[in-house]
């Protein structure tokens, strides 16, 4: 079963900055924190991944809090493109188990 | 970056037919490859986790004979939908993982549609 949760949706307008939380409460120490999205009817796409630092790649940035239990996941300039449903899952490593919850739908606004 | 591949992209077919779908890495050796299965406005259902060369392990409610999975190599694993139904219709997607990277990576899926 998933151990995240995230609101359902969630709109952005063009251009500004989409903060995209995600609830992680149960986590153990060694399971990474890692960010999907889906555009419609497309496998998913890898976006950034964390343990407990914060990180940065030419996609998002992702924060998690000290505690581990949350993160956001960060769009610094969003683009109509961005526009998906978002998941957070976390896992151990890559060879394990990944398990989807809801996701975030985001919808960005021109 | 590493790619999988599934083909066919979309299939339409009878029921009680069977459906074979693939999934390959084209530039990676894959240790390890998961079947997701997704209904429309719904999340990624993790339907089974297959190593190369050994039995798949089945996530609780999925049907081992019904589904069946093979991971003949390293860079392919097959998944059959025997015997499908109407309610088997939906977006089937595979993905592979290798140890050297840090991310698994997705097919593109497989719409399977039983008339």
């Known amino acids: 079963d998933a151990k995240t949760t995230q609101p359902p949706s969630m709109d952005c307008a063009e251009g500004r900055a989409a903060n995209l939380p995600c609830n992680h409460s149960?986590?153990?120490?060694?399971?990474?924190v890692y960010w999907y999205r889906q555009i419609h009817s497309q496998g998913p796409q890898y976006i950034i991944h964390?343990?407990?630092n914060n990180e940065t790649n030419e996609m998002a940035s992702l924060i998690i809090t000290e505690d581990r239990k949350s993160s956001t996941l960060i769009l610094p300039h969003a683009t109509l493109r961005d526009t998906a449903v978002y998941y957070c899952i976390v896992s151990v490593n890559t060879g394990n188990q990944f398990y989807f919850g809801t996701g975030t739908s985001l919808t960005v606004i021109p | 970056g590493a790619v999988v591949s599934q083909h066919p992209s979309w299939v339409i077919c009878k029921s009680g037919t069977s459906v074979k779908i693939e999934c390959r890495s084209l530039d990676f050796q894959a240790t390890t490859m998961f079947w997701y299965r997704q209904f429309p406005k719904q999340s990624l259902m993790l339907m089974a986790t297959?190593?190369?060369?050994?039995?798949?392990?089945?996530e609780q409610g999925v049907e081992k004979d019904k589904f069946l999975i093979n991971h003949a190599s390293l860079t392919l694993s097959t998944l059959t939908v025997t015997s499908a139904h109407p309610e088997d219709s939906s977006f089937y997607i595979c993905?592979?993982?290798?140890?050297?990277?840090?991310?698994?990576?997705f097919g593109p899926g497989t719409r399977l549609t039983v008339l």
């Open positions: 149960t986590i153990s120490g060694n399971e990474y």
């Open positions: 993905s592979a993982s290798a140890g050297n990277y840090n991310e698994q990576f």
């Open positions: 964390g343990l407990k």
């Open positions: 297959s190593n190369e060369g050994s039995k798949a392990t089945y």
